[in-house]
């Protein structure tokens, strides 16, 4: 009976122990605001506008936009809040520019969409009417988010795209010769 009390008091010192050792959890935001994710973005040093848009069926939209310079471009980036579906949209307008008209866009979209299937990390998107290229990141936010897991998001999007610029715009000007 004693080696049984001796070892239910030890293993409860061992989980107790375990415990203390752990990291604590990170805060989680929820529900997720396009106000809180400012408040990340500004954490991380950035100043953002809030911009309001109307669509096509006179819905009004609001989205964080911001421009940050990289290495290798300046980006114009965007978050966009879709509550109905709880995921956080976020893309790099106009990362590229390969209007239709252009010989080279094709191969380039053919391209970038073999890359699209290799990446692990983003996607790239295109709109035929004006040719414009983002770079893009969807992020669910359905049990909420925590400022960390948002920020690396958010700078891992970034970095890739500065990255990946310089490798693009040259695949393109092979396209181009």
């Excluded at 990170?26 to 396009?34: A, E, G, K, M, R």
């Excluded at 990289?70 to 106009?94: A, P």
Aim: glycine content about 8%.
């Amino acid at each position: 009976m004693k080696k049984v009390i001796v070892f239910v008091l030890f293993g409860s010192m061992l989980i107790a122990g375990s415990s203390f050792c752990r990291k604590p959890p990170h805060d989680i935001v929820y529900p997720v605001t396009l106000d809180k994710l400012g408040d990340f973005i500004t954490d991380l040093g950035y100043h953002y506008d809030k911009v309001s848009t109307k669509g096509r069926e006179g819905e009004i939209s609001e989205r964080i936009s911001l421009r940050i310079s990289g290495d290798n471009g300046v980006f114009d980036i965007g978050v966009q809040l879709f509550e109905s579906v709880d995921i956080v949209y976020m893309y790099i307008s106009n990362y590229m520019s390969l209007p239709l008209d252009k010989g080279s866009s094709v191969p380039m979209l053919t391209y970038l969409m073999s890359q699209n299937w290799d990446m692990t990390f983003g996607k790239f998107e295109w709109d035929i009417d004006d040719g414009e290229l983002r770079y893009s990141h969807t992020l669910p936010i359905d049990d909420g988010i925590s400022k960390e897991t948002f920020q690396a998001y958010f700078t891992t999007m970034l970095n890739v795209a500065d990255e990946r610029l310089p490798e693009l715009e040259s695949t393109l000007e092979d396209f181009e010769d």
